[in-house]
Antibody
Framework: QVQLQESGPGLVKPSETLSLTCTVSSGPINGYYWYWIRQPAGKGLEYIGRIFPSGNSNYKPSPESRVTVSVDRSKNLFSLKMNSVTAADTAVYYC??????????WGQGALVTVSS | QSALTQPASVSGSPGQAITISCTGTSSDVGGYDFVSWYQQHPGKAPKLMIYEVTNRPSGISFRISGSKSGNTASLTISGLQAEDEADYYCSSYTRSTTLVFGTGTKVTVL
């Protein structure tokens, strides 16, 4: 059974960069799509971006220009960087694995608060 | 890219059937048979319940079913049970090759 775990700072200052890592364990990971999803408190899920098995990536149109996702297959981990954060970026951030159209495995989520 | 539209809440008594709608456009729900549904209990990660409109992953109850007509997909839970009380989200593949989620529906078992 594939297991995912998000890690990173829980508090980020406005205008700085949010950085999260997702470590994948307990299962094969080749061929999966790697996703980042977020959920502000009391609100719905929001697609941030994903990495294809080919290494390409795509992002939600906004905040696409602020987001970079990357993968280190040798270490079974992938990362999210979001720069110039504001309070509106405060949310629980989830990493997930799946295919092009569905998310099969999810991490437990990491709360990131943007505040000075 | 707008979120797919779901009713904010749906409720039903134990044993009844409920249906949750998910309305998009021809650029997402209507254009592809790539709708998924997720169940989320409070404080927990979402869990895949339906993929490709009608398919259930292994281990998902037969009481859960999905369908689609035009730009609207639907999730039906039959024989409603207390454990079904949760938030439900649809998602769809989009023309821009991203995914979009629905606004979410809170299911209450009366």
């Amino acid at each position: 059974q594939v297991q995912l775990q998000e890690s990173g700072p829980g508090l980020v200052k406005p205008s700085e960069t949010l950085s999260l890592t997702c470590t994948v364990s307990s299962g094969p990971i080749n061929g999966y799509y790697w996703y980042w999803i977020r959920q502000p408190a009391g609100k719905g899920l929001e697609y941030i971006g994903r990495i294809f098995p080919s290494g390409n990536s795509n992002y939600k149109p906004s905040p696409e220009s602020r987001v970079t996702v990357s993968v280190d297959r040798s270490k079974n981990l992938f990362s999210l960087k979001m720069n110039s954060v504001t309070a509106a970026d405060t949310a629980v951030y989830y990493c997930a694995l799946g295919d092009m159209i569905r998310l099969d495995y999810w991490g437990q989520g990491a709360l990131v608060t943007v505040s000075s | 890219q707008s979120a797919l539209t779901q009713p904010a809440s749906v409720s039903g008594s134990p044993g009844q059937a409920i249906t949750i709608s998910c309305t998009g456009t021809s650029s997402d729900v209507g254009g592809y048979d790539f709708v998924s549904w997720y169940q989320q209990h409070p404080g927990k990660a979402p869990k895949l319940m339906i993929y490709e409109v009608t398919n259930r992953p292994s281990g998902i109850s037969f009481r859960i079913s999905g369908s689609k007509s035009g730009n609207t997909a639907s999730l039906t839970i039959s024989g409603l049970q207390a454990e079904d009380e949760a938030d439900y989200y649809c998602s769809s593949y989009t023309r821009s090759t991203t995914l979009v989620f629905g606004t979410g529906t809170k299911v209450t078992v009366l």
